[in-house]
């Protein structure tokens, strides 16, 4: 047994561990995450669940509207990954001073940022839902908009409590994090539970608990950073203090970021306006199979976000050429638990479609669309997505976005269009859209990455 742990320490070392961070250092940000996404995911995917059951209108709504909703308050997600990347800048840099101000920035970025997104969604909901959903049918688009309004109201809450998780796992207090995600998640269960299943109150009884569940995050949050005794001290007044050199800086890298993701996301909801005119069914068909390809990425994702910090730090550290070695370690990595990921979907596929309430004549176009991203996912997928992740921490972030936005939009957008309508594929021809974006970005970043102009940067402290 103990030759077994030396050789896996030995394995972990050589493949995972250099000057700015080693390997052990990297599992307590990675694993936190890991065990986030995937309760993330499970809840998610059990709230789908729960929604299906009240009817493939109500699914869809509540579909078209997370799209929607993600596109407009995305952009604070994107300031807070810039926020991530200079904490581990000055984190790797051992300097505590600028660590903390980072850090209070960061928190009040985010939430300034939600709150702007609050007073957008309220003004502009109606012509919104209108120019992107109005062929849908009048009863999705009226359960669209009341539960677009409603989740638009406890926004500023949602963005506290995700810029002080994003702040602990910078600093290094992932567990806190998890401890938090987990049981809020288990209190939105529980609240879903009654409002859902119990009471069968529909997208009412949704709202609800995301509104109690938001409310109660408040409390439960600062009372587990005085539990745990939290390094970081957040004091209220500092919320007014503006530190306009160290807020350039976080813009610097989340800018380019945020507006990669509006774009990204913009496309989803484009796409998903496209599918309103193939009927409820292919929304559906569209969105259970975009549900299981997010459990599929469920292991990946965690080692994504990790990577802004892995990569920060060493660049933080002044040794970019940690930041190569790394990503070629971890994108190995990535591609052991994708085929890990697609066995356990593959295992899991038919009590999955029954969860979801998948009709008969649905199951195996789903089935289809799952094994194309399935197979594509170990392939391709980590080169187009994780090596953006470190270009960003570099502070290659317009090179990324421009790349990325003119991919996507020539071919996820534009190739939706030609292979889903004109060639008549309908989701199929959509989905494969998809794919043949994330080919097209492998190969345009794998070329970029084999050079050294994204190491060329100037550091983002500075």
């Known amino acids: 047994?103990?030759?077994?742990?030396?050789?896996?320490?030995?394995?972990?070392?050589?493949?995972?561990?250099?000057?700015s961070i080693t390997w052990r250092q990297a599992m307590v940000i990675i694993l936190p995450l890991i065990a986030e996404n995937l309760t993330n995911n499970l809840f998610g995917t059990l709230n789908t669940g729960m929604i299906s059951s009240s009817g493939e209108a109500s699914l869809s709504a509540v579909s078209l509207v997370d799209t929607l909703n993600t596109f407009l308050f995305v952009f604070y997600t994107g300031i807070a990954t810039g926020a991530s990347v200079i904490?581990?800048?000055?984190?790797?840099?051992?300097?505590?001073?600028?660590?903390?101000?980072?850090?209070?920035?960061?928190?009040?970025?985010?939430?300034?940022?939600?709150l702007f997104t609050t007073v957008f969604i309220i003004l502009f909901h109606v012509p919104l839902l209108k120019l992107l959903f109005g062929a849908a049918e009048q009863e999705i688009v009226d359960k669209a908009r009341f539960y677009m309004l409603g989740g638009?109201?406890?926004?500023?809450?949602?963005?506290?409590?995700?810029?002080?998780?994003?702040?602990?796992?910078?600093?290094?207090?992932?567990?806190?994090?998890?401890?938090?995600?987990?049981?809020?998640?288990?209190?939105?269960?529980?609240?879903?539970?009654?409002?859902?299943?119990?009471?069968?109150?529909?997208?009412?009884?949704?709202?609800?608990?995301?509104?109690?569940?938001?409310?109660?995050?408040?409390?439960?949050?600062?009372?587990?950073?005085?539990?745990?005794?939290?390094?970081?001290?957040?004091?209220?007044?500092?919320?007014?203090?503006?530190?306009t050199s160290m807020l350039r800086r976080i813009m610097r890298v989340g800018i380019p970021c945020a507006v990669e993701q509006m774009f990204f996301v913009?496309?989803?909801?484009?796409?998903?306006?496209?599918l309103v005119a193939l009927g409820t069914g292919a929304i559906v068909v569209y969105n259970i199979s975009y549900s299981i390809l997010t459990l599929n990425e469920a292991l990946v994702t965690p080692v994504n976000?990790?990577?802004?910090?892995?990569?920060?730090?060493?660049?933080?550290?002044?040794?970019?050429?940690d930041v190569r070695d790394l990503t070629k370690s971890y994108l190995g990595l990535n591609t052991v638990l994708y085929w890990i990921s697609l066995g356990l979907i593959m295992l899991l596929f038919k009590p999955l479609t029954i969860f979801y309430s998948a009709s008969a004549e649905n199951i195996p176009r789903i089935f289809q669309l799952v094994l194309i991203t399935g197979i594509a996912h170990p392939l391709i997928h980590s080169l187009?997505?994780?090596?953006?992740?470190?270009?960003?921490?570099?502070?290659?972030?317009?090179?990324?976005?421009?790349?990325?936005?003119?991919?996507?939009?020539?071919?996820?957008?534009?190739?939706?269009?030609?292979?889903?309508?004109?060639?008549?594929?309908?989701?199929?021809?959509?989905?494969?859209?998809?794919?043949?974006?994330?080919?097209?970005?492998?190969?345009?970043?794998?070329?970029?990455?084999?050079?050294?102009?994204?190491?060329?940067?100037?550091?983002?402290?500075?």
């Open 152 to 243: 638009a109201i406890s926004l500023p809450l949602l963005g506290i409590t995700t810029a002080f998780c994003g702040v602990l796992r910078g600093i290094g207090e992932g567990k806190t994090a998890l401890l938090y995600t987990v049981t809020s998640l288990l209190i939105y269960l529980g609240l879903n539970l009654v409002f859902l299943t119990g009471l069968k109150l529909g997208i009412t009884g949704l709202l609800l608990s995301i509104l109690l569940n938001r409310i109660l995050n408040i409390p439960l949050l600062f009372g587990l950073l005085w539990i745990r005794k939290s390094a970081f001290r957040y004091k209220v007044k500092e919320f007014f203090h503006l530190d």
């Open 384 to 462: 187009g997505f994780t090596l953006p992740t470190v270009f960003r921490a570099t502070g290659d972030g317009i090179y990324t976005t421009v790349a990325s936005l003119l991919v996507m939009w020539g071919l996820r957008i534009v190739g939706a269009y030609i292979l889903g309508f004109v060639f008549g594929l309908g989701v199929l021809g959509v989905w494969c859209a998809m794919i043949l974006d994330w080919l097209v970005r492998a190969g345009i970043f794998s070329i970029r990455f084999r050079g050294n102009k994204w190491l060329k940067h100037k550091k983002m402290t500075e």
């Open 266 to 274: 913009g496309g989803r909801v484009v796409t998903q306006s496209m």
């Open 305 to 321: 976000t990790a990577m802004y910090t892995v990569a920060g730090m060493c660049i933080g550290d002044d040794r970019p050429e």
């Open 1 to 19: 047994m103990a030759t077994i742990a030396a050789r896996a320490d030995a394995f972990m070392t050589k493949h995972f561990t250099r000057h």
């Open 87 to 114: 904490v581990a800048n000055y984190r790797g840099m051992g300097n505590p001073e600028k660590l903390h101000k980072a850090c209070t920035q960061a928190v009040t970025a985010v939430v300034l940022f939600t």
